[in-house]
Nanobody
């Protein structure tokens, strides 16, 4: 049974930093793309960043402008999202997700965590 468990969310002031973690278990993720998405109140879920589990290639949403960094620790089966220079508009529930590298998000063969709340105060 695949599990993605997020942690590290919380309340932070604007300009601060947080590091989210996603502990993955239940299968081998070597051919998977691991991603972070977020959903703010009243808005649709949006892509944040992704990393290839095997090769380590990274992908980011254009709006981030270098403020966030995705990384992984293969030995711990954990993916991280380092978030710097946080803004109030970064407030959202952040979700960890995994999908086969050859597939696309939302095709039914992806996995999702329960989410962790990030709140940035002004």
């Amino acid at each position: 049974q695949v599990q993605l468990v997020e942690s590290g969310g919380g309340l932070v002031q604007a300009g601060g930093s947080l590091r989210l973690s996603c502990a993955a278990s239940g299968r081998t993720f070597s051919s998977y793309l691991m991603g972070w998405f977020r959903q703010a109140p009243g808005k649709e879920r949006e892509f944040v960043a992704a990393i290839s589990w095997s090769g380590g290639s990274t992908y980011y949403a254009d709006y981030l402008k270098g403020r966030f960094t995705i990384s992984k620790n293969n030995a711990k089966n954990t993916v991280y999202l380092q978030m710097n220079s946080l803004k109030p508009e970064d407030t959202a529930v952040y979700y960890c997700a995994a999908r086969p590298s050859f597939s696309s998000w939302g095709k039914g063969d992806d996995y999702w965590g329960q989410g962790t709340q990030v709140t940035v105060s002004s």
